[in-house]
């Protein structure tokens, strides 16, 4: 796995949350939840005085798999006729000064992702 530096420390697992962590980058969107993970565009327009957003496009990156370590495994995501394969997730939970997502796409419809976290007790 070459992936840049990370400015993260591993941790224990977390415990499991029932909400969801969503983090723009860049044109994507990216939920990550403890069952599925997805990858969105949203567009606004306005319509009067509101702003308007609506999803233009959107994929799964894989549902819950299993857990490998510390890590969680999602597979079956939204299949891709660029990559002929349906895309798929690793999801580490880090523990940092905040919370925040980082993703890296290993290889094409494979993505490394990142969930930054406060964690009691951690030294960066």
């Given at each position: 796995q070459n992936l840049?530096?990370?400015?993260?420390?591993?941790?224990e697992p977390l415990p499991?949350?029932?909400?969801?962590?969503?983090?723009?980058?860049?044109?994507?969107?990216?939920?990550?939840?403890?069952?599925e993970v997805t990858?969105?565009?949203?567009e606004q327009a306005q319509e009067g005085n509101n702003i308007i957003s609506?999803?233009?496009?959107?994929?799964?990156?894989?549902?819950?798999?299993?857990a490998k370590?510390?890590?969680?495994?999602?597979?079956?995501?939204t299949y891709s006729e660029e990559c002929g394969k349906n895309r798929s997730s690793t999801v580490a939970r880090k523990c940092?000064?905040?919370e925040g997502i980082r993703i890296v796409e290993e290889?094409?419809?494979e993505y490394y992702i990142?969930?930054?976290?406060?964690?009691e007790g951690a030294v960066k």
């Open positions: 840049p530096p990370s400015p993260f420390i591993t941790c499991t949350k029932a909400e969801c962590l969503t983090s723009k980058i860049d044109y994507w969107s990216y939920t990550v939840c403890e069952n990858q969105f565009h949203t609506s999803i233009k496009s959107s994929n799964s990156l894989g549902e819950f798999s299993h370590g510390s890590s969680k495994v999602y597979k079956g995501g940092c000064g905040g290889m094409k419809c990142e969930v930054c976290e406060v964690c």
